[in-house]
């Protein structure tokens, strides 16, 4: 069985950084795509970042790129979010989320397996 854990959320001033941990069990990141969406209360869950591991690429949602960084340890089977430069408007419960291919997806329907959450919240 798949289970998926996040880590690292927290209160955070504009501009700071958070680093965004999701521990895997059942499943190797490096064999399947992984994603993380964000959802803000009140509206739907959004895609920000995923990892394609069939060519080892990723991609990010226009509002976070060149803020945050996808990226994943093969050795502790963890991928981490990485987010620079904070907004308010990046206040939301964060997901890591698995899907049973090796290719990226936006959709959040497109995975298979989600962890529970982890809360971040940009604020002065």
């Known amino acids: 069985q798949v289970q998926l854990v996040e880590s690292g959320g927290g209160l955070v001033q504009p501009g700071g950084s958070l680093r965004l941990s999701c521990a895997a069990s059942?499943?190797?990141?490096?064999?399947?795509?992984m994603g993380w969406f964000r959802q803000a209360p009140g509206k739907e869950r959004e895609f920000v970042a995923a990892?394609?591991?069939?060519?080892?690429?990723?991609y990010y949602a226009d509002s976070v790129e060149g803020r945050f960084t996808i990226s994943t340890n093969n050795a502790e089977n963890t991928v981490h979010l990485q987010m620079n430069s904070l907004k308010p408007e990046d206040t939301a419960v964060y997901y890591c989320?698995?899907?049973?291919?090796?290719?990226?997806?936006?959709?959040?329907?497109?995975?298979?397996?989600w962890g529970q959450g982890t809360q971040v919240t940009v604020s002065s």
């Open positions: 990892f394609s591991s069939s060519g080892r690429s990723t």
């Open positions: 059942g499943r190797t990141f490096s064999s399947y795509a």
């Open positions: 989320a698995s899907r049973t291919s090796r290719l990226f997806a936006t959709q959040a329907a497109s995975y298979d397996y």
